[in-house]
């Protein structure tokens, strides 16, 4: 997704901002699938576009409050509240002061203004990346559904992925995946499926790469006890090693491909799967290897 694209969509809910949408709406006004839109938006922005909205709506709240008549209540349903109470709480969240305090001399109010993307010549820090080809594969994995809505730059805030791979591994799901591979070949993939417009969730999936020698009474088995078997059709990828000692080097990378890689390659994300590879015997000081699909962009 091209920074002319988030600019777009900056755009459009400058121009709707007071009216009921989200960032589905949005997603679909730049026709992106939501869920790359949200992954994109939130990695170079630092936000969700929800977030945006949200912010940008009080802020202009704020201003009219301080400087028209405009009701306490009038406001409330103007920015979108269902009712004055909710946007009292919210305006004294953002701004630290009420609604009604708003209009008085001396309340401290935040500004929050519309976001403009610019390119900026930064200190000229090396993105290492190789490009790989790989045909179809097929994988065996634990799959889950996530709401879109869960994906941010701050992986900080979201640990449903890292909740699952727990679960995972206290279950004891993983190691029957890994005793169909060979010795030193139990690599594990965190595969993250793509979507269409419609769609609010997101597959995600931890398992492992199959082979034509894999044991077919035993993926059988796994089969009817809720494995999965995910395949991917050819495609060309971008990989990074993501260096650090917990995930969120994985979003820290995310946000790189999206500001840096992207803009200067002319590469951008294609629907295919992208995917975490961690090796059984990896790399010292790096947590795993990201794979993202990539074509050249459109206009």
Known sequence: MSLERIQQAICYMEEHLLEDINYVDVAKSVRISPYDFHRAFSFITGMTANEYIRKRRLARAAQELRETDISVIDAAYKYGYESPESFSKAFSSFHGSTPRQAKQNGARLHAFHPLVI???????????????????????????NFPNEIVDAD???????????????????????????????????????????????????????????????????????????????????????????????????????????????????????DYELYYENGEAGVFCELWIPVGKERA
């Not at 993105?127 to 179809?136: A, D, N, P, S, V």
């Not at 979201?158 to 591979?181: G, V, Y």
């Not at 609010?200 to 999965?228: K, P």
């Open 118 to 144: 610019k390119i900026i010549l930064e200190g000229g820090c090396m993105m290492e990346y190789r490009m790989e080809h790989k045909k179809g594969r097929r994988f065996l994995a634990r799959v889950r």
């Open 155 to 273: 992986t900080k805030n979201n640990r449903e992925i890292p909740a699952f791979w727990s679960e995972c591994h206290q279950k004891d799901w993983i190691r029957p995946m890994t005793a169909l591979c060979k010795a030193g070949q139990c690599d594990l993939y965190g595969l993250c499926g793509s979507l269409s417009e419609s769609e609010t969730h997101f597959r995600y999936g931890i398992g492992v790469l199959l082979s034509e020698g894999t044991d077919s009474a035993a993926l059988a088995q796994l089969l009817q006890n809720g494995y999965t078997v995910w395949e991917t059709k050819p495609a060309d990828y971008v990989v990074f090693k993501c260096a650090g000692a917990d995930a969120d080097c994985i979003g820290e990378t995310w946000g790189r491909f999206f500001k840096e890689f992207c803009p200067q390659t002319g590469y951008a994300q294609t629907e295919e799967a």
